[in-house]
């Protein structure tokens, strides 16, 4: 079964940056495609970004030009780097597979938040 355990949030000022990490196993990581998603207090979780199998990537609107999402398929992880923060970026991270994440496999997922 797939397991994931996210890394690297934080406390961070507005136009900061955090690097988020997401460490998988029990899946045969290079052949899946990998998303990170978010969900803020009272919202929706949401895909922010996916990479696919051969590195390329999409963006959700809200986070294209400041988000790179990567994959290391020898480490079985998936990262997030988030620049020019803003505080509507304040969520609990998680990854997942995408864009039809495994929903027994959540994480605990990792706290980014942004203060202004």
């Known amino acids: 079964q797939l397991q994931l355990v996210e890394s690297g949030g934080g406390l961070v000022q507005a136009g900061g940056s955090l690097r988020l990490s997401c460490a998988a196993s029990g899946i045969t990581f290079s052949f899946n495609v990998f998303g990170w998603y978010r969900q803020a207090p009272g919202k929706q979780r949401e895909l922010v970004a996916r990479?696919?199998?051969?590195?390329?990537?999409s963006y959700a609107d809200s986070v294209k030009g400041r988000f790179t999402i990567s994959r290391d398929n020898a480490k079985n992880t998936v990262y997030l780097q988030m620049n020019s923060l803003k505080p509507e970026d304040t969520a609990i991270y998680y990854c997942n597979t995408a864009p039809y994440p495994r929903t027994d496999s959540w994480g605990q997922g990792t706290q980014v938040t942004v203060s202004s």
């Open positions: 990479v696919y199998t051969g590195g390329s990537t």
